[in-house]
C-alpha cells in the first residue's frame, strides 16, 4: 500500500536537470510552503520544506520553464528514503515522487501589485515517476 499527497508551494532553488544511469532525465526540488502561526498577538509566516522528485518529461518541462520562486502544485507517492549526510551522520526523509505537476497562477502580493506570471501560464502535466534521489536547499523563495 502506498501513501499518496499533494504539494503546493514555491521552489527554493534554480531547477537543476540530471539524468539518470539509464538516461531518464530528473529533477530534485525543495518546495516551501507558507503557513500563518500566532505567537502571542502577532501572527507570523512559516515556511514548512519538502522535498519532491519528477522524472521524465514532467522534469523537462519544470527545468525549462520553472524558476527559483514558481509556485507549483505537485501529486504523488510518498516514499522515505535514507542516506548519510556530508558528515557521516545517518539521515531519514520522505520524498514525494511526482507522478504530475501544474504551474499555479501567482496571485496579488499585500501590497495590491500583480506578480508576474510563470512564463507558460497555467500548464499542466501527467506523466509516470519512479527512481528518486537526494536534494537540499536553506534558501527561502519569498
Do not use: C, H
Not at 71 to 99: C, H, I, M, W
Not at 106 to 134: L, M, Q, T, V, Y
Amino acid at each position: 500500500m502506498s501513501a499518496y499527497a499533494q504539494i503546493s508551494g514555491r521552489l527554493g532553488s534554480e531547477p537543476e536537470l540530471r539524468f539518470t544511469n539509464s538516461g531518464t532525465p530528473v529533477i530534485n526540488l525543495s518546495v516551501a510552503n507558507n503557513r500563518s502561526v500566532k505567537i502571542g498577538e502577532e501572527r507570523q509566516s512559516i515556511a514548512d520544506w519538502f522535498k519532491v522528485t519528477v522524472f521524465g518529461r514532467d522534469a523537462e518541462v519544470i527545468a525549462q520553464y520553472a524558476r527559483k520562486g514558481s509556485a507549483l502544485t505537485f501529486n504523488g507517492r510518498l516514499q522515505s528514503e535514507k542516506y548519510v549526510d556530508r558528515e557521516g551522520n545517518p539521515r531519514s526523509a520522505t520524498v514525494l515522487v511526482a507522478s504530475n505537476f501544474e504551474f499555479v497562477p501567482w496571485a496579488k502580493r499585500e501590497d495590491g501589485k500583480a506578480n508576474e506570471a510563470d512564463a507558460n501560464g497555467a500548464f499542466a502535466s501527467n506523466a509516470k515517476a519512479s527512481d528518486p534521489s537526494d536534494s537540499e536547499s536553506d534558501e527561502i523563495p519569498f
